[in-house]
Every structure is written in C-alpha cells, then in structure tokens.
C-alpha cells in the first residue's frame, strides 16, 4: 500500500470471517480506480472469496492478479454475471459507468458494491432505487473515508455512546494529492468523475449523516474552483459546501487536491464533530508535526481530554455486515436509504456549485 498515494490507498485489517469458505464467493468487474484493492481487502477479510474479475485492460489485470493471485481472469464481463455461483460484483469502473453497472448486475441477480461515487446524475439514483426495490438485492457503496479508517469508525462509536451528547455541527476536510502525471484522461473529465463535490464530496456527506444520525439534509451554499491546474480547463482542484440536516445538525466542509509534497501521506484528512457535551477531532491519515502514523482521535468531554491512537484497535466491521445483509436482507451495515442519499446529496451540492473563478462576483 502506498500511503503518499490516495488512488491506490488500500487499508488491510486482520481477518474475521463472518462465513464458511464457498458461502459467499464474489467477482470483480472494473479495475479504473485503486480504490478496488481496499474493497476486496475488506471483502475477503470478513470471509468472501474472489474467485473472478474482468476488465478490457490486460495490464490492469496483469496488476490486480499480482495482488489476488488465485483469482481466475474472466474472458467477459458476461461470464460473471452468467456465473450462477457468484452472490456480489464488486466494482471500480469509471464513475459516470457505475451506475450503469449496477442495473445490469442486479438484474442478473447479484448484489452490487460499488466505489464511490456510486453516480454522477441524479436520474442515475432513481433508476438504482427501483430495481433495489424490484430485486431485493443490495447496491453497496464504498464510503471509504469512514468504513476503512479506524478513527473514523470509533467516533462514531463514541457518538452513539453518548460520549459528546447530541451532535450538533460537523466540519469536515479531504485534501488529497492530485498525483496528475499518473492519472488517466477521465480524472480531469467532469462527465466521466462527477466533479469535486460529487467525488472526493461524497465521503464527506456521508460521514455527515452518519454522524448526526440525520437522514436528510438540504444544500444551502456550494463552490468550486480551478485554482492550479489550468492545463486542465474543465478539472475542478477545490471545493466546498454548507448543508443543514433534517435533525437541525450543521455541516461545513472542504475538498481540494492541493496536498502538498513534503506531506508523509496522501491527504491530511480530518473531522471536527461538536456535541452539545463534547468535542471529537478525528486526525484520520497523520497527526502533522507530531506522528506520522494513522488514526488519531482527540476526544474532550465533561470527563476530560483524551487521546486515542487506534491503528490495529477497531477493525472494519462495515464488510462483514454487509456480506451478512447480502446473505440475510438486513440492513446492519448501512441502510440502503442512507447509501443512496448520500450519493444524491453530493451530486445535488455539485449540480448547485458557484464556480467561484468563472461567476460574476461583485464583492
């Protein structure tokens, strides 16, 4: 795992399987982003088996095989979803052909886990929505910034134990390290990625409504910008939104890909979460100046000051529960309600964005 670079930033836990071997086998269809490598960690660590993954790019193959090495390189996209024996099709294709996908994946009676974002247009959702009520299967979602990092996973953990009372405001930060020489021409494309909010955005709504326990929310103000990355006209390096919950909960939050070089990691990521009894300040990927490794947590309530360091104490019980939904039809690691208003929510915070660079600003 390369911690300097977000693409290919794939977190690996201990095992605990939740299954037998064989009972829950799954395939992979789409290899465009790096994010596929943490989807299956977490997949097979809770007991799934990868038996088969497809994509055009044999040289994406030839690197993912280098990884799962037992895994058995389907000629087509058809030969795993006619594959009677496979329960889930995992998924890091382009953005903008998830969505896509997905339908075609549940129809052949699969559940679906997909990369976020999971759509890049709302009417993308809709169609999602109905054939998960139509099926009965699962459309899954890798919100990675909080079901793979340890902190973010124990502050909420410590919300639900009323560590903090009722949360009230969430500020929330996803630098990342653009890393633009390494990219394929669909990152700097907005019809291919979603744009800023509604990419790198959608973890930071996510972890919002989780939270705040909220499960609504409404856009009030969002932004983007090209500030640096000019040889990319239509690119989007910066972003921000303000949004209130259903709950009363308040969010601020701020996306950008502006990490710099001398940074240890590939994106200085936190969460500010303030409760009416309390304060968590969630340091996910390195505490600057200070320690270089992940998973910081800087808890102040009535009780006092603390500080957790957590790499290796919480484990991602999101994968294991959400091959005990697939199984069951239960809804133990996030509801279906919640993955896709999230996904909806950020595409609503991009649609409504105010380019701050290009709009007549009088100030």
Not at 146 to 160: K, N, T
Not at 274 to 282: A, S
């Amino acid at each position: 795992m390369d911690n300097k670079d977000g693409m290919n930033y794939a977190p690996k836990g201990k095992n605990n399987n939740v299954v037998k071997k064989g009972e829950f086998p799954f395939a992979v269809i789409g290899l465009d982003h790096g994010h596929i490598y943490g989807m299956c960690n977490g997949l097979i660590e809770a007991g799934g088996e990868l038996i088969s993954v497809y994509d055009p790019d044999p040289n994406k193959v030839e690197g993912f095989c280098g990884k799962f090495p037992t895994v058995h390189v389907a000629s087509s996209e058809e030969e795993i979803l006619n594959n009677p024996t496979i329960k889930l099709v995992a998924s890091a294709n382009i953005p903008c052909d998830r969505g896509p996908l997905g339908l075609r994946v549940l129809d052949h009676g699969k559940h679906y886990f997909t990369d976020k974002p999971a759509f890049t247009k709302i009417e993308q959702i809709e169609k999602a929505k109905r054939k998960t009520v139509e099926t009965g299967l699962k459309w899954g979602i890798y919100y990675s910034e909080r079901l793979h990092v340890e902190s973010a996973i124990f502050a909420g953990q410590l919300i639900d134990e009323g560590a903090i009372g009722r949360v009230v405001q969430v500020i929330g930060t996803g630098p990342h390290r653009a890393n633009v020489q390494n990219r394929p021409d669909w990152f700097f494309e907005p019809d291919s990625y979603g744009g800023i909010l509604c990419d790198i955005g959608s973890h930071q709504i996510e972890q919002f409504l989780h939270y705040t326990g909220a499960k609504d929310a409404k856009v009030l103000h969002s932004k983007v910008a090209n500030y640096k990355y000019k040889q990319y006209p239509k690119f989007e390096d910066y972003g921000d939104a303000t949004l209130v919950a259903d709950n009363g909960a308040t969010f601020y939050f701020r996306v950008d890909w502006f990490t710099p070089d001398g940074l240890s990691t590939w994106g200085d990521g936190r969460a500010l979460i303030l409760g009416t009894d309390g304060y968590i300040e969630v340091r996910k990927y390195v505490d600057i100046g200070r320690d270089a490794s992940s998973n910081h947590l800087y808890l102040v309530n009535h009780q006092g000051e603390k500080h957790f360091e957590l790499s290796g104490k919480v484990g991602f019980p999101f994968f294991g529960d959400f091959i005990l939904d697939c199984l069951n039809g239960t809804e133990n690691a996030m509801t279906q309600e919640h993955a896709f208003k999230a996904a909806s929510l950020c595409i609503e915070a991009q649609e409504q964005a105010i380019n701050v660079e290009s709009a007549n600003i009088t100030v």
